[in-house]
């Protein structure tokens, strides 16, 4: 069965970073485009970026660039997402999902999530 | 301000139909496949129509989506209460080379 498992929550400074790790279990975890979405409090789901282990792609939104570094530990099946300089406006569930690549094709859907991780940036 | 346009809420009757729609442009929906995602209060969000109008194994065939042009539609057909949820529309656009999302849709089965 297919699985997600994120690391718990996580209470940061302003100006510091944060790394929340996705750990995934079944199939084979460089067959798959890795996705990272958040939303903050009562908003809608925001992509920060993706990557796809089996061709060595990173793909980040153009909002995070410099900002957040995607990275895939293809012996532990486990994704990671680095979020730097961070500001209240950042405090939200971030969620990780996975989408089996097929023909070549990997796209960032999204067809299992994980449980989500709650990041709070506060003083 | 989201790339994808929804309506922010729909309702409807139980055992009534409804209908989300989804608006873009040419660099996304246009050109690109659209998924729908259904988030219960307080879950992650869930796939619910991936490649415009297909369903993920024990999805049940209430929810059916299609594409048009620039706008995509997810429908719902026999509504239950258990379907109280935020509706997300996604898709690739080709040119910010992103995902979008839609601003969402709160469902009310009344």
């Known amino acids: 069965q297919v699985q997600l498992v994120q690391s718990g929550a996580e209470v940061k400074k302003p100006g510091s970073s944060v790394k929340v790790s996705c750990n995934t279990s079944?199939?084979?975890?460089?067959?798959?485009?890795i996705t990272w979405v958040r939303q903050a409090p009562g908003q809608g789901l925001e992509w920060m970026g993706g990557?796809?282990?089996?061709?060595?792609?990173?793909n980040y939104a153009q909002k995070f660039q410099g900002r957040v570094t995607i990275t895939a530990d293809t012996s532990t099946s486990t994704a990671y997402m680095d979020l730097s300089s961070l500001k209240s406006e950042d405090t939200a569930v971030y969620y990780c999902?996975?989408?089996?690549?097929?023909?070549?094709?990997?796209?960032?859907?999204?067809?299992?999530w994980g449980q989500g991780t709650t990041v709070t940036v506060s003083s | 301000q989201s790339v994808l346009t929804q309506p922010p809420s729909v309702s409807a009757a139980p055992g009534q139909t409804v209908t989300i729609s989804c608006s873009g442009s040419?660099?996304?929906?246009?050109?690109?496949?659209v998924s729908w995602y259904q988030q219960l209060p307080g879950t992650a969000p869930k796939l619910l129509i991936f490649?415009?109008?297909k369903r993920p194994s024990g999805i049940p065939d209430r929810f059916s989506g299609s594409k048009s042009g620039t706008s995509a539609t997810l429908g719902l057909t026999g509504l239950q209460t258990g379907d109280e949820a935020d509706y997300y529309c996604?898709?690739?656009?080709?040119?910010?080379?992103?995902?979008?999302f839609g601003g969402g849709t709160k469902l009310t089965v009344l």
């Open positions: 999902a996975r989408t089996y690549c097929t023909g070549g094709v990997c796209p960032y859907r999204g067809d299992v």
């Open positions: 079944g199939g084979t975890f460089s067959s798959y485009a």
């Open positions: 990557i796809i282990p089996i061709f060595g792609t990173v």
């Open positions: 040419s660099s996304n929906i246009g050109n690109n496949y």
């Open positions: 490649d415009n109008d």
């Open positions: 996604g898709t690739w656009d080709s040119g910010s080379l992103s995902v979008v």
